[in-house]
């Protein structure tokens, strides 16, 4: 268990990292120009979206990373924090396939989000019992 709580407080001084990164996205959407021959108002509309998807994304990732900071033990001793691991493991899965898919394979990022599935993953695997079988 010990294990599984340093890695799950490595997830999520990650975390807060990228969160930092999704402020950082905000600021960057908002001042980018219209891409040559597309219409101000479509423009407009994109950059919306983008705003909406990277506020989206930036208050899930700050969530998981209070949780994974401040909340390990409730994490890795309940159901419900388990399989919260694992929604936070496939999520990052889920992130390196349509990346890759856009915009192909960033070996560095790649890989950085593909530790971050496994360190939650691994944290979504109960605790084995070890038995003391006792011999009559």
């Known amino acids: 268990m010990k294990t ?17 990164l999704h402020i950082a996205m905000a600021v960057g959407i908002q001042g980018r120009p219209a891409p040559a021959g597309l219409a101000p108002d479509v423009w407009a509309n994109l950059k919306a979206s983008m705003h909406v998807f990277n506020g989206t994304v930036l208050a899930a990732v700050l969530c998981f ?4 900071i401040f ?3 409730e994490l ?14 496939l999520l990052y899965l889920q992130r390196v396939g349509v ?3 856009l915009r ?29 079988a006792s011999s009559a």
Do not use: H, M, N, W
């Not at 990373?65 to 994974?68: F, L």
């Not at 394979?105 to 691994?122: E, H, I, M, P, S």
């Open 4 to 20: 599984k709580s340093v890695l799950l407080l490595v997830g999520g001084i990650v975390q807060t990292l990228f969160v930092g």
């Open 65 to 68: 990373a209070y949780i994974s």
């Open 71 to 73: 909340k390990r033990a």
């Open 76 to 89: 890795l001793s309940t159901s419900l924090g388990r399989t919260l691991c694992a929604f936070i493991s």
């Open 99 to 101: 990346a890759s898919l």
């Open 104 to 132: 192909g394979f960033d070996v560095g990022f790649g890989l950085l989000l593909l530790g971050l599935a496994a360190v939650y993953a691994f944290a979504a695997l109960p605790e084995r019992k070890l038995s003391t």
